[in-house]
């Protein structure tokens, strides 16, 4: 049984915990709308989601610095007041939360997001309560990378390596956990494909919500 190795377990929010697709991609399009982007095609901003958005507008609009802080400033004017609760829980996630609250593990979620507008989400959801704590980035992007967050966490709560593990859906998280020497989940149920997530050495990997209460509760 996973428990019996792993006693404290880092979630991400994005495509782990809840499906933020709408949200996300309209407050992208929101943005790139303000810079005179027009995309009509909200299925193409998916790749948006479990990225920091100073890498995603660089990397696939090819913004500088002054214009990935424009949009990301855009970006946030419809995140903050419509977006963020364009946002569902995935089903089956509560129930692992309160068997792991119950089984005395330790959760923490451990998000790019910053964590202002991550706190609002589990608190919107109903689901703050299960985690010790919520831990993300900070509006000025500082640990957003998540080796660098994953670090911190670790160092916050005297975590040990050996028995803590690291559930996301992105590449991100994977190398992150790599990164601070900590095992590591690949979900396939979110926006990364199993290629992306076992290239880049998952420990495990599962397709369905089922499956990830399977592996850590030992349930079928």
């Known amino acids: 049984m996973i428990l019996n190795k792993y006693k404290n377990i880092l979630?991400?929010?994005?495509?782990?915990?809840?499906?933020?697709k709408v949200g996300i991609t309209k407050s992208v399009d929101y943005a790139l709308q303000k810079m005179g982007i027009i995309d009509n095609d909200l299925e193409s901003l998916k790749k948006f989601i479990g990225t920091p958005l100073t890498k995603s507008f660089n990397e696939y609009y090819g913004f500088n610095f002054q214009e990935v802080e424009k949009a990301i400033m855009y970006y946030r004017e419809y995140f903050s007041v419509t977006g963020i609760y364009e946002n569902i829980i995935y089903p089956g996630i509560e129930y692992i939360l309160k068997e792991l609250k119950n089984r005395k593990i330790k959760i923490i979620v451990a998000t790019s997001k910053p964590l202002i507008y991550a706190k609002k989400i589990t608190?919107?959801?109903?689901?703050?309560?299960?985690?010790?704590?919520?831990e993300g980035s900070q509006l000025d992007g500082k640990l957003s990378d998540k080796t660098e967050l994953i670090a911190y966490i670790m160092q916050k709560y005297n975590l040990l390596p050996g028995n803590?593990?690291?559930?996301?859906?992105r590449e991100h998280d994977i190398i992150g956990a790599e990164n601070n020497e900590i095992d590591s989940i690949g979900v396939g149920?979110?926006?990364g494909s199993k290629e992306e997530l076992t290239y880049s050495g998952a420990n495990y990997y599962v397709n369905t919500v089922?499956?990830?209460?399977?592996?850590l509760l030992d349930e079928d």
């Open 11 to 20: 979630f991400d929010l994005d495509g782990t915990l809840t499906d933020p």
């Open 123 to 134: 608190d919107h959801f109903n689901i703050t309560k299960y985690f010790t704590n919520i």
């Open 164 to 169: 803590t593990i690291m559930v996301g859906d």
């Open 189 to 191: 149920y979110g926006y």
């Open 210 to 215: 089922n499956n990830l209460t399977g592996l």
